[in-house]
């Protein structure tokens, strides 16, 4: 094994949907870079856990692993729930080099992720400057995790869309960020004629299914990201990015 493995963390999830659509995913990376080994570790709910397969792993002989949360920004289970777990497999794996890749987003890739899934829902170019969208993001209370969602929101406004609001779909969300459905009520009392709500999550499951519920009086409903290529084609690009000369300071310690 001369290239790192690729190890996806995903969070997990009771719905069965949320596995099958992270499998379906990784399947994508392994199809795009057939010689890579690419492995899924789950935080909670769903086997194999991390640190099962970081055991698996060094007891077949893997030297060096890029761990890539399947995150899309970088709030509390980047910053402490996957550091701890690996700085932990680590002092017990001493022989396995352990390395945390960066948050997928932001990314122009997820931005492209973000059109597709409109355009499967019936949203055209031309419709932009008569519709008004809501980017609905499951909520986080950490600070850098809503200005990026922000960020991102204002980028959107400057594609075309005759509005752009995001929404948190978590009941722990700040202030200033509404529900799905208070943004689309919004909207509607801006007089703006058609709504369309996008899900900026990777994989459904019961925050996922509250911005559909939150949905309900838009005209469009986007699905989760999921196994877009787009999303392929970014976890590569985190992975070599945490293989540069240049990220090897990112090394976990013990």
């Given amino acids: 094994m001369n290239a790192p493995v690729l190890l996806v963390v995903a969070h997990g999830s009771r719905d069965p949907r949320h596995a099958a659509t992270v499998h379906a995913l990784t399947a994508r990376v392994r199809s795009l870079r057939p010689g890579l080994r690419v492995e899924t570790g789950f935080l909670d709910f ?15 002989g893997a030297r060096e692993v890029i761990a890539l949360p399947l995150l899309l920004t970088r709030a509390f289970h980047a910053k402490s729930d996957i550091p701890a777990v690996l700085r932990e497999a680590r002092t017990r794996l001493p022989r396995l080099r352990v390395r945390q890749a960066g948050v ?5 890739l997820l931005h492209e992720a973000l059109e597709r899934r409109l355009h499967e829902a019936g949203i055209r170019p031309g419709d932009r400057g008569s519709t008004g969208l809501v980017l609905a ?27 752009v609001r995001p929404a948190f779909a978590s009941a722990t969300s700040p202030a ?3 529900r799905t459905e208070d943004a689309v009520r919004a909207l509607r009392d801006e007089g703006v004629r058609r709504v369309a709500v996008a899900p900026y999550v990777i994989a459904p499951g019961r925050l996922p ?14 699905d989760v990201l999921g ?18 000369p240049a990220a090897r300071t990112a090394v976990l310690s013990a």
């Fill in 46 to 60: 769903n086997a194999p856990s991390v640190p099962r397969v970081l055991e698996r792993l060094a007891a077949q």
């Fill in 104 to 108: 997928l987003g932001p990314s122009p």
């Fill in 137 to 163: 993001s499951a909520g986080s209370t950490d600070p850098e995790a809503i200005a990026v969602i922000a960020e991102i929101a204002r980028e959107l406004r400057h594609t075309g869309w005759c509005s």
């Fill in 176 to 178: 200033g960020f509404p």
């Fill in 209 to 222: 299914d509250r911005i559909a519920a939150g949905a309900a009086g838009a005209d469009v409903l986007a």
């Fill in 227 to 244: 196994p877009a290529p787009e999303l392929a084609r970014l976890l590569l690009a985190r992975y070599d990015g945490a293989r540069a």
